[in-house]
């Protein structure tokens, strides 16, 4: 039913939803924007950092070390993942690497599933978070909140690392003209392995800090793939903002949708993804040139 | 990659299959499959043909193809069960009609973007497919619970009438089935629309700059692996009963991808033995090993490690490993590789004047008064850099104009807006009285205006002939045909043409061997061949002689001069020599406008050239 | 030992031969210019010096180090810079940002000032991106950026093309001041009277091959060599 405390209860879910996909976008887009590739192991890298925290927490009981867990577990994945597999890749066609990473996608689900089994895993939020707040016409549930403001705090600091600093100068010059830095006495192979660690890191994050909204199972990593992929094409392929932005609006558009009716929420984020496509194909904020 | 179809020659390849099909249910349950896993190896790799065609032919990567499975399976389940129909067959068929459909649609939207766009695009719709079929549809689908009651087909045949359940004669049902579809897809590979579909895979760009409109193609490809996904979904519905809603997830599409890439890309019967492989290790190692769910993970291994060293699969191994077999029995005398500048061939060719190049095109109508190419105020700027500032050129019938010019000048650029690559951002081409500003490069190719490359665009995976053949093609053909069965030896002339213009550039004796063997004197050769089988009558050539030495230049002029007889050639070149030997008159450019134009020697006189070539003034 | 040693470099662009046994060499301090038609191979020397395109046999020996297997870093760490024809500045990043990156493996790199007293044109707009950057300012930067490094030797590929006369002006007496400064150039240039007035010593580069070596004095005096080379 459409009443108030309803439709800003999705309202708000739209956002939670919406941040996390702006955070995992962004680490897609920036490993396409830099390196050309198509992490398709993106989404089973948000399932690990997820598994990752969780093992954490069972040793130590903290929240706070079970996110750090899972985000630089992911993150030594992803340079791992980088050194060893995908700078193989950049000298062979598109579709290659698409495979390859798809494959190292499956292996990483099956791998997780093989070592935990099929069973959801959850973790409790922090009891800083934890409970429902009021917001005056309506009451929330507190951790939701939080990962808002959690995840706007990574969205800040993923900001801040490319255009603050100066590995995302040398990450932004890369993007361009990967040649060029190259020539300049920076090994650009270096920069493109932490630029994935970074990218699978922001995953990995994500995957952590949504457990306690929603428990985990080895397949988690498939939908949230493909609500990301959508969020790329309608923000633009290599934007960061455009990642943001996308994110957002998926996010509102998955929440408020189901409120009509659950089951259509997933067609329409294709149906504007469709109409992005036609009207704007570079996406929002993209920019003409990559693929 | 060499396709299989090399190694296996006529129908041998039919035949062995038949042969497989037939021996198979004898030796296959001695190690281990169960007649199940055998149809279910057969419903796969059937869905795997359509795959193969759409993917290790054309190379468009879907991860959709769940979504065309499943809506094949559940219109035929549909109609065999909640609307009564009798005949299988007939459920089937229209089961088939609606994933093509369902294919058209969708490949309308996936195929505006292409590589990693249009992967993603796929995965979307894989998702949004089984979305659909779980919720809103449920009614119609049996949501979660999918469609039970699914019968098997009943034959009759006069004498006897043959009902098909399970077990043994399901699976002559469905090896006539994938026998029938196997036998289809080699039919539509050996057909010119399959030559283009390996063309557009190798260099998409020089397809559609040879004539072919390769949106068109890509869809039609999309459409028939749609058709036999659909197919194969519907064959699945009757082989278990039932038809499940598993059929339409993204794990479908992923399995279906893995087992094309383990049993071999572009062999189309790599898709059946992946499958064989996949479903056989899945009953092998959680029955018997009771790995559990372990197996999926071992697969996954493997598949990346397929992917990085053995694109080809098992299939191409195999026909690697009889390849090598059969050349060390051969016995050695081949000819020799290599040797462009200095094969007998090339001093033969230029001794006498050589066969006539193919015509020019036909107009069609009578000879348009008038200049062939009249270009106006023609302009491109790229942000705020004037690549072409209002060109004004016109060329005459017949003539053979030179175009030089310093770096930066903006020859490439005015190149590539005459053969419409690249849209201007003011200003008008007409060409035989036809304004064809805008019009796209296929388009401008069917009209009879080509050009060929500074940098070669070869189709680099075919051999000379198999290139000059697609160019001819389109020329033949014009930009689509629907010629899906059609033998390219039953097309009028085509033979003929490849034959000349191979000739012509003195590419006969080595037109089989893939391009990847030539040296780089026979590669350029072949460039200026592509552009000469599409029979233009205003041809373009871009800096014919880059990268040669003065032998392969000599040889290389004398080629220029023979084929600009009886059509308007244009050529861009730094070998200024050669240039001004060759054209009647010469066009320089200079910072994209016109400097001045005129003979050779008044060229070669002319200040203001020297300047622009040789510096500013300065003390 | 010369600074840099070229013997019997060969260098292919995809399949094309474009380089056939170039023999060069460059001592310290000087200008060394390379003249010759479009196409015939010059770009591809400097880019074969800088690592950016392989050489498939020869050797170049930098200061002793072989330099022909190295990537493109290596290069720019062992003291090499190259100038791109086309500039390839970072449009996304401003004037600054452009100096810092390309001074950041550098360890005896120019301070900001220094540079911006060479180019004042430059510290007007340094907070200007690469983009928003005329031709000239664009040819400034390119060139500012390889100096920040301190390079042993830099690399020219046409500098002063497409640019208004007074830029070029400006321009040339900034070249000038750095040879004078004691800094080895190695200038590939169209303009024969830019090059002629900054090189010491000419090569000659025609359809990839080395036709002639000699002090620019002897070319001035003897322009029959110039047309008996570059035909125009």
Redesign the interface.
Known sequence: MLSLPNFAAQAFNGLVLGALLALIASGLTIIYGTLGVLNLAHGAMFMVGGYAGVVAYQYTGSYLVAVAAGSLFVMALGLLMERAVIRHFYDRPPEDQILVTFGLGIVYVELVRLIFGSLSQSMPPPSWAAGITSLGFMIYPTYRLAVVGIVAVALLALYLVLYRSRLGMIVRAGIEDAVMVDSLGIDVYRVFMIVFGIGAMAAGFAGIVNVPIAPITPDVGESILVETFVVVVIGGVGSFPGAVLGGLIAGEILSLTSMVDPAYSQVMLFLVMTFVLVVRPRGLLGEQGRA | MIEARRGIRGLAFEGWTALALVVAPFVLPKIGFVPDTMNRVLVFGLFGVGFDLLFGFAGLLSFGQSAFFGTGGFVAAYLLTRMGLTSVMLGLAVGVVAAAVAGLLVGMIALRRTGIYFAMITVAIAEVFFFMENSPLSDYTGGENGLPGVPGPTFNFGFASVHVTGGWSMYVFLAVCYFVGLALARRIIASPVGRIFVAIRDNPLRAAAVGHDVHAYKLLAFVIAAAYAGFAGGLLGVLQGYMPPEAFTFDTSGQLIMQTVIGGLGTLIGPLVGAAVWLYLRDFLQGSLGMGASWKLALGVVFVLLVFFLRRGVVGGVSDLIALARSSARAPGKAAPGGGDDSPVFAAASQNSGPAPPPARDPGEPEIAGPILQVRDLSKTYGGLAANSEINFSLERGELRGVIGPNGAGKSTFFKMLTCEINPSSGSIHFEGRDITNLGVTEVCQLGLSKSYQVNQLFTRLTPRENITIAALAERRGKFRLDLLRNPADIPGLSQQVHSTLALVSLTERADVPVSGLAYGEKRRLEIGLALATSPSLLLLDEPLAGMSPRERAETVKLLKSISKGRTTVIIDHDMDALFEMSERVTVLQLGKILVEGTPDEIKANAAVREAYLGGVLE | MSLIEVKALNSY??????LFDIDMHVERNEVVALIG????GKTTTLKSL?G?VRPSAGSVKFDGLELVGL???AI??AGM??V??ER?I????NVE?NL???G???PNRWPLDRVYEMFPRLKERRDSRG?DLSGGEQQMLAIA?ALV?DPKVVLLD?PF??LA?VI??DL?GACRDLAAAGQTIVLV???????L?LAQRVYIVN?GHVVHEGPSRELKEQPKL?ERY???
């Open positions: 662009y995809g399949d094309s031969h474009i038609r479009n196409g015939a800088m950016i990537p493109s870093h720019a760490r810079q190259l791109h024809e390839r970072f449009g996304s990043l940002q810092v990156l390309a950041l493996t550098a983009t950026r490094r046409e093309e497409g006369p070029v002006r040339v240039e169209q303009n024969l009277a830019a090059t007035a359809n110039l570059l035909g125009v």
